[in-house]
T-cell receptor, first 112, second 113 residues
Framework: KNQVEQSPQSLIILEGKNCTLQCNYTVSPFSNLRWYKQDTGRGPVSLTIMTFSENTKSNGRYTATLDADTKQSSLHITASQLSDSASYICVVSAHYDYKLSFGAGTTVTVRA | SAVISQKPSRDICQRGTSLTIQCQVDSQVTMMFWYRQQPGQSLTLIATANQGSEATYESGFVIDKFPISRPNLTFSTLTVSNMSPEDSSIYLC??????????FGPGTRLTVL
């Protein structure tokens, strides 16, 4: 069964600090992994997408890593801002399957 | 990427009534998807809507409760029928613009009293 697990469930950080979110998956055959940011009451917005051959991808202050061998990914937020407060969802696609596997998300709260 | 709009963005409804949510895409797409996100939960796929065919529903979702229309390649509707408070969720549509990639609409926040 395809599964995606994220940790921590939630975290609180001070503005300007860095944080790292984790994602472990068992999706097979692996196609790609996306990190989405979802603001409260809004739809998810894609931050990064990585395929099997990519091990790092950046989007501004967001940097995602992928280890396809250990089936782990991380999302690093640098110099956090209040606007980074959101839920971050790890989503994994399998080849030949339109259905996505969603993590439960990590809720990040940035405080001044 | 894809530009996706949904209407309404939010609504508060009475128990027993129905609400139809619209999803509009800025270009033609083959597959459109409808998701539900209950409070504090991640997204759950309700059904897949292809133009010209009946929607395909996931386990736990039935057409009588969530009828879907897909009249053309840029538009779809999801109706939440005979609503109860348990239907209070965010409903999202998404499209499959590229292989193995989905783009999501802004969501419709539904509250059932």
């Amino acid at each position: 069964k395809n599964q995606v697990e994220q940790s921590p469930q939630s975290l609180i950080i001070l503005e300007g600090k860095n944080c790292t979110l984790q994602c472990n998956y068992t999706v097979s055959p692996f196609s790609n992994l996306r990190w989405y940011k979802q603001d409260t009451g809004r739809g998810p917005v894609s931050l990064t997408i990585m395929t099997f051959s990519e091990n790092t991808k950046s989007n501004g202050r967001y940097t995602a890593t992928l280890d396809a061998d250990t089936k782990q990914s991380s999302l690093h937020i640098t110099a956090s801002q209040l606007s980074d407060s959101a839920s971050y969802i790890c989503v994994v696609s399998a080849h030949y399957d339109y259905k996505l596997s969603f993590g439960a998300g990590t809720t990040v709260t940035v405080r001044a | 990427s894809a530009v996706i709009s949904q209407k309404p963005s939010r609504d508060i409804c009475q128990r027993g009534t129905s609400l139809t949510i619209q999803c509009q895409v800025d270009s033609q797409v083959t597959m459109m998807f409808w998701y539900r996100q209950q409070p504090g939960q991640s997204l759950t796929l309700i059904a897949t809507a292809n133009q010209g065919s009946e929607a395909t529903y996931e386990s736990g979702f039935v057409i009588d409760k969530f009828p879907i229309s897909r009249p053309n390649l840029t538009f779809s509707t999801l109706t939440v029928s005979n609503m109860s408070p348990e239907d209070s969720s965010i409903y999202l549509c998404s499209v499959d613009r590229e292989p193995d990639t989905q783009y999501f609409g802004p969501g419709t926040r539904l509250t059932v009293l």
